[in-house]
């Protein structure tokens, strides 16, 4: 079994900085996608940005710019520095990591969300 586990979030003034963090655990053989999605109140969840193993990257275009995602492969952690945060990226963030797992099988695991509020 696989465990993600998100870190960061919190409460900060417009215009602020929030670095979020999302650490694996359990029997993993490696990881190929890392993914932040972000769900606000009343809408659907999104994606806000992911890295693949070799370091490629894809950002929405409300973040892009701002936010920065990378990775740690060594440690198993995905990281998301979000800078000049904005009162609509609110929301409650969430990573999702594709694991190969020992039979080497690819299954997408989520983390269970940290909250980011930004105040105006």
């Known amino acids: 079994q696989v465990q993600l586990v998100e870190s960061g979030g919190g409460l900060v003034q417009a215009g602020g900085s929030l670095r979020l963090s999302c650490a694996a655990s359990?029997?993993?053989?490696?990881?190929?996608?890392m993914g932040w999605y972000r769900q606000a109140p009343g809408k659907q969840r999104e994606l806000v940005a992911a890295?693949?193993?070799?370091?490629?990257?894809n950002y929405a275009d409300s973040v892009k710019g701002r936010f920065t995602i990378s990775r740690d492969n060594a440690k198993n952690t995905a990281y998301l520095q979000m800078n000049s945060l904005k009162p609509e990226d609110t929301a409650v963030y969430y990573c999702?990591?594709?694991?190969?797992?020992?039979?080497?099988?690819?299954?997408?695991?989520w983390g269970k969300g940290t909250p980011v509020t930004v105040a105006s």
């Open positions: 999702k990591f594709e694991v190969t797992n020992r039979d080497f099988i690819g299954i997408n695991y």
């Open positions: 359990g029997i993993i053989i490696s990881i190929n996608s």
């Open positions: 890295i693949t193993r070799g370091g490629s990257t």
